[in-house]
């Protein structure tokens, strides 16, 4: 909701059926959507809907916890505050 990055780290996990993909492939659906001016919210939804439509795996499960620079910047200056979604 506010201009500034979020700081924090992806994790992936998806259950093949057809089609297996190395980790960088993984690693870079991850960046392109990270360098989106977007919400975490929306960007953990379009990691799993890109790698849902692209391999059609079993399951599919996203889970990013970041730190806001909004919170960590500005206002409150909670340091140590981290969102999971």
């Given at each position: 909701h506010?201009?500034?990055?979020i700081?924090?780290k992806a994790?992936?996990?998806?259950m093949?059926t057809?089609?297996?993909?190395g980790?960088?492939k993984?690693a870079?659906v ?12 929306t960007?953990?939804?379009?990691v ?7 391999l059609?795996?079993?399951?599919v ?6 730190k ?5 910047t500005?206002?409150?200056h ?7 979604t």
């Open positions: 506010h201009m500034v990055p700081l924090g994790h992936v996990a998806y093949p057809h089609r297996v993909v980790i960088s993984i870079r991850v960046e392109i959507f990270g360098k989106r001016l977007q919400t975490q919210e960007m953990t939804a379009q799993a809907d890109c790698i849902t439509d692209a059609q795996p079993a399951g499960a996203v889970l990013i916890d970041a806001h620079q909004c919170m960590t500005r206002g409150v909670h340091k140590d505050v981290a969102t999971i």
